[in-house]
C-alpha cells in the first residue's frame, strides 16, 4: 500500500501508481470549510495569523478523510498584504481579500514594499510549514504561491494593469520582474521551511483576459521565471490556470511545471487530448461539491479519472458552505473504485 507521498511523487514522476492521487493544494484552491472548522474547534481567520492553528487546519483536512495532502495558506492574499495591498481578512464563512490598491500603474512598482519572510503573514506561512515538516512524514506538503499576474493585479486596478500591458508594455515587463522576484523568494523560503511542492495558482492570467499574444508574453514568461528559480530538490510544481483553454492551449504546453490544473470549465477529455504527455489535475466541480450530494461527487469523481486526470482535485477553492460528507466523497469515490 502506497503512502499518499509516495503516490503523488510517483505520479508527478510519470509512473504507474495504484490509483490516482487526491489533493487539494491550499492557497487560492482553500480546502477548509466551515464545518472542517467546526469538527476540529480551530477557526478562520485567527488561523491566517497563527502558524499553530495554521497548521491545525492543515492536517484536519488529511485526518478528516478529505484530501492525501496538507497545504498552507489558506487564502491567496499574503503576497499582496506584504507588498502593502490592504485586506480584509474576512470570517469564518468568507476567505481573505483585498480591500485597498498600493499604486495606481505599472510605473509606480518601485513604491511597493519587498517581501520580507522574516516577519508578517509571510512568517506564519513559513512556521506553519515548519510544525507540518516536523509532525508529518508520509503526507505531501504543498506551499502555495499567488501567480505573477493575480499578484500584480491585486496591489493595483486590475483594468489599469491589463490595459498598460499594450500601453506601457516595457514598463509593465520591469513591474512583472519585480513582483516575480518577490514570488522567487517567498516560494524558496516555502520550501526551505519543508514544502515538498509548491503550486501557483493564477486565476486572473487566463488566456480569456489575456489573449494569446499577452498569455504568452505575460502568463507564460514569468511563470517559468518563477518556477525557473525555485530549487531543484522539491518533489515538484502544479500550476492552476482559470478559465477556458481552448485558445491557449499550445501555450499552456509551454509552462514548464510538474503538473497543470484546471477548473470546470476545461473538460478533462479535451485537456487530455491536447496534453497528452503531461500530468494533468483536476476537476470535480467545486459547484457540484457545495450544492449536490456525496453519490454526484463520487459520479463527477469517477468521470475525471476516465477522462484522462492523474490527480483528483476540487476545480478551485471549495466554497466554506460545502458539506463535509461532499469533500469527503472525492477520496472515498477513488477508493471505493480501486
Do not use: W
Not at 454526484?296 to 460545502?322: E, F, N, Q, Y
Request: charged content about 25%; glycine content about 8%.
Amino acid at each position: 500500500m502506497l503512502t499518499p507521498k509516495e503516490r503523488l511523487r510517483m505520479i508527478i514522476e510519470g509512473q504507474q501508481a495504484d490509483r490516482p492521487a487526491c489533493i487539494c493544494p491550499g492557497g487560492m484552491m482553500n480546502m477548509v470549510t466551515s464545518e472542517l472548522m467546526e469538527r476540529v474547534k480551530v477557526y478562520m481567520p485567527k488561523a491566517h495569523k497563527d502558524a499553530r492553528m495554521m497548521a491545525d487546519l492543515a492536517k484536519a483536512v488529511y485526518e478528516e478523510g478529505c484530501f492525501e495532502n496538507y497545504g498552507v495558506p489558506f487564502c491567496m492574499t499574503v503576497e499582496a498584504e506584504e507588498m502593502g495591498a490592504k485586506v480584509d481578512m474576512g470570517t469564518c464563512v468568507y476567505e481573505p481579500h483585498v480591500t485597498g490598491y498600493v499604486i495606481n500603474s505599472v510605473s509606480e512598482y518601485r513604491r511597493l514594499h519587498p517581501v520580507d519572510v522574516t516577519k508578517g503573514r509571510a512568517k506564519v506561512v513559513l512556521d506553519a510549514l515548519r510544525i507540518l515538516k516536523e509532525e508529518t512524514k508520509d503526507v505531501p506538503i504543498v506551499g502555495n504561491l499567488t501567480g505573477p499576474i493575480s499578484t500584480a493585479s491585486s496591489v493595483m486596478e486590475p483594468v489599469i494593469f491589463y490595459k498598460e500591458l499594450r500601453k506601457k508594455n516595457r514598463e509593465a515587463h520591469d513591474y512583472m520582474e519585480f513582483i516575480t522576484e518577490q514570488l522567487i523568494a517567498f516560494g524558496r523560503a516555502q520550501i526551505e521551511a519543508g514544502a515538498d511542492l509548491i503550486a501557483i495558482s493564477d486565476p486572473s492570467g487566463t488566456g480569456e483576459i489575456l489573449g494569446p499574444k499577452y498569455f504568452k508574453e505575460f502568463a507564460v514568461t514569468y511563470i517559468n521565471r518563477l518556477l525557473d528559480a525555485l530549487q531543484d530538490e522539491k518533489m515538484g510544481t502544479i500550476v492552476h490556470i482559470c478559465g477556458q483553454m481552448s485558445p491557449v492551449y499550445k501555450e499552456v504546453d509551454e509552462v514548464r511545471s510538474s503538473v497543470l490544473s484546471f477548473d470546470s470549465v476545461v473538460p478533462m477529455k479535451e485537456a487530455r487530448e491536447h496534453l497528452k504527455d503531461r500530468v494533468l489535475m483536476g476537476n470535480v466541480s467545486t459547484y457540484a461539491l457545495e450544492f449536490g450530494d456525496p453519490d454526484r461527487v463520487k459520479l463527477l469523481t469517477r468521470s475525471c479519472v476516465k477522462s484522462g486526470s492523474d490527480i483528483i482535485s476540487p476545480a478551485c477553492g471549495l466554497g466554506m458552505k460545502s458539506p463535509l460528507q461532499n469533500v469527503q466523497s472525492i477520496l472515498t469515490g477513488l477508493t471505493n473504485a480501486e
